[in-house]
């Protein structure tokens, strides 16, 4: 008799068919990226519980519940934060509610860059404490660094993150900065020998996009050379058209629209997506002295002619501001947002504007001392987008900062002092770091654009400055003002920086 060997059942054999496909994870983009990785932990907490209910409760949810879950985890980790960071008081005043959608606004200004930030009285304090407090406390918060033999002109600051930086000087040479490590990284533009130095090496002028993806080059020659930084710095191109010194460099914010001005009194447009040239723009008498733009497509500069103009690119048009017969040329100029900016003159004078006003909002003379009976001209000028702390330069050996304020009546509105820090030297650029946690200077012992004066004290570097002090857990030590958000945005955010020393470094 023949015994037929049944075939055993596999107990895997619908295992396969059984596994869950993995979960797509959907970003709601409400949250900034300090934060992606608690919450990242606690949906993950979150998705370990699911996994272990019944087959039941396991099956996959729709994108929608989704949503409504993820949303829902982002708003109890908010109120928690709120809860942990309000006192009894205010908890008992303030609606939850409430909180929670000024929260939320404030991410929502954030992204669409009209975030206002009320940062200039906390700076204030802290500078304040940091610098006035003993010189030798205060020469602990900046660091300048060799690195450029002769003046170093210009400097430009990757804003959306703060950690690189570039520096610029006279000897034909470009220097990429870790602002992190405080540390150089490498030449952009390597020094070239003392046979081969001429006047058209001079960098005049630097400009970096938001988003560190490409860094623009103005010089002597009358060239605006673009690298590409993400791609170990290699040249893109180099575009010719000005018959003068490339004296100013700017982006637009939030986009890849450059703007260079010259000598030559034009100022020329490029988009550096399309690595093309777009147009030039006519209407000043004398040489552009400086440039920017903020978020519209209205980029605003000044000239030797005495006037600022700002360029409606869209209208094909311009407006003409005019100071006054006592009014001198400006030098510097940054744009605080899209409807007021700033001007510094060579007279030492300071000056606020607003685009739909002919005449300054507020005016204050010789700023930075005065040498004889005629002021010191103000040599470096920028501010905090979108904030009311800008901050001025000049060769008294001293970095000056302002509160500008921009109210809805003229009692809200004017500049005024609110500190100053000890910065030997020419200060010939500044730019301000992400939420005013620190500023880069370009500092040495002649002007930029020229030799008629000279410190002779002074050495040639780049310089860190710090503006925000720490609370010992690397967080500021306030809370910036002005919390509330109204039409044209408000808020501030904390700022946290390292500690740094004043000596010379080859790093």
Known sequence: MIRRRKNPKSNNSSSNDNRKKPKKTI?????????????????????????????????????????????????????????????????????DHDRISNRLQRERLKR???????????????????????????????????GHDLTVTCVALQQSTGERALSGSKDGSVIVWDIENQARIEYLIKQPQKKDRNNGNKILSLAMSDDGHYAAVGKQDASVTIYDVRASNTKATTFQG??????????????????????????RHYSLDDMAYMET?????????????????RPISVGRDRTARA????????????????VSSADRISVIKDDWFVSGHDDG????????????????????????????????????????????????????LWEARTGLTMHDRGIEPIGE???????????????????????????????WNRVAKAKNRFGIVQLRKHDGTGNSSDVD???????????????????????????
């Open 112 to 146: 669409e860059g009209t975030l206002e930030r009320m940062v200039a009285k906390s700076v204030a304090n802290d500078v304040g404490a940091m610098y006035q407090s003993s010189t030798t406390e205060g020469d602990s918060y900046a660091r300048y660094f060799k």
């Open 27 to 95: 970003d709601l983009g409400y949250y900034d990226e300090e934060d992606d990785e608690s919450i990242d932990s606690d949906l993950e907490e979150e998705g370990n519980i699911h996994d272990g209910d019944d087959d039941s409760s396991s099956e996959e949810e729709t994108a929608e519940v989704k949503k409504v879950r993820l949303a829902k985890a982002y708003l109890k980790k908010l109120e928690a934060a709120d809860k942990e960071s309000s006192s009894e008081e205010e908890e008992e005043e303030d609606d």
């Open 281 to 297: 723009l006519y209407g000043h008498q004398a040489g552009v002295a400086d440039i920017d733009c903020y978020r519209k497509e």
């Open 311 to 326: 360029w409606k690119l869209a209208e094909d048009t311009h407006l003409i501001f005019r100071g006054g017969s006592q």
């Open 421 to 451: 820090i000890p910065v030997p030297g020419y200060i010939n650029d500044i730019a301000v770091g992400p939420r005013a946690k620190f500023c880069v200077v370009a500092v040495g012992q002649e002007p930029s654009l020229g030799r």
């Open 242 to 267: 000005h018959k003068g010194p490339v004296t100013c460099l700017a982006f637009r914010m939030q986009s890849h629209q450059l703007f260079s001005g010259s000598d030559d009194r034009c100022i």
């Open 481 to 507: 003002e002005g919390m509330e958000v109204n039409e044209s945005g408000g808020g501030s955010e904390n700022a946290q920086d390292s500690d740094s020393s004043n000596e010379d470094s080859d790093e």
């Open 349 to 400: 004078s300071l000056h606020l504007w607003l685009t739909d006003k002919k005449k300054a909002v507020a005016s204050l003379t010789q700023t930075h001392g005065s040498c004889s009976t005629v002021g010191r001209g103000i040599t470096a000028l920028a501010c905090l987008k979108g904030s009311d702390l800008v901050v001025s330069g000049s060769y008294d050996s001293r970095l000056r």
